[in-house]
């Protein structure tokens, strides 16, 4: 794809669906997690972001598609951390509601006492992220797609 013509890699994007729809399916899938943390894990109901959503330029090879941006999610975090005893529980939780999303296998980061980390990758490279160590933290961050206006479908997908 780095040696197509500007027009290759708008349409290759294309096939992917609009910024705000992953956005939209990344927040549902967040905001499910979160809820089941709470629910079955015994996470305290204090979720809160602390910092705010940021759009990137794409990388490699769309970095010259104007339309085209990748969007570091909001984060949410949680002054709390998983317990380790309910470490397991929260990975089943996350791969189960994330696979049903259409999310890979997870990829374990950090995996010892005290301190876990695992990311799950989308079809497009986009990515979810659960950590727990001194408080707990769920962050996600999309790959590049097109944004509404530079799409050619109709319904956005």
Same mark, same amino acid.
């Given at each position: 794809?780095?040696?197509? /013509? =500007?027009?290759?890699?708008?349409?290759?994007?294309?096939?992917?669906?609009?910024?705000?729809?992953?956005?939209?399916?990344?927040?549902?899938?967040?905001?499910?997690?979160?809820?089941?943390?709470?629910?079955?894990?015994?996470? =305290?109901?204090? @979720?809160?972001?602390?910092?705010?959503?940021?759009?990137?330029?794409?990388?490699?090879?769309? /970095?010259?598609?104007?339309?085209?941006?990748?969007?570091?999610?909001?984060?949410?975090?949680?002054?709390?951390?998983?317990?380790?005893?309910? @470490?397991?529980?929260?990975?089943?939780?996350?791969?189960?509601?994330?696979?049903?999303?259409?999310?890979?296998?997870?990829?374990?980061?950090?995996?010892?006492?005290?301190? +876990?980390?695992?990311?799950?990758?989308?079809? +497009?490279?986009?990515?979810?992220?659960?950590?727990?160590?001194?408080?707990?933290?769920? &962050? &996600?961050?999309?790959?590049? +797609?097109?944004?509404?206006?530079? +799409?050619?479908?109709?319904?956005?997908?």
């Amino acid at each position: 794809m780095t040696d197509a /013509s =500007p027009q290759e890699k708008i349409a290759e994007l294309a096939k992917r669906p609009v910024i705000d729809t992953v956005l939209a399916r990344y927040e549902n899938v967040r905001t499910e997690i979160r809820q089941r943390l709470i629910e079955e894990v015994g996470m =305290p109901d204090d @979720w809160y972001q602390p910092y705010s959503e940021s759009e990137t330029p794409c990388s490699r090879p769309y /970095s010259k598609i104007g339309d085209a941006i990748a969007i570091q999610m909001a984060g949410w975090a949680n002054d709390a951390r998983i317990a380790e005893d309910r @470490w397991d529980r929260a990975q089943e939780l996350f791969t189960e509601i994330t696979r049903r999303y259409g999310f890979g296998d997870p990829h374990v980061v950090v995996d010892r006492p005290t301190k +876990h980390e695992i990311r799950v990758y989308d079809d +497009h490279g986009g990515s979810i992220m659960l950590g727990t160590e001194v408080a707990t933290i769920l &962050s &996600s961050r999309t790959d590049c +797609h097109l944004i509404p206006r530079a +799409h050619p479908g109709k319904d956005h997908k």
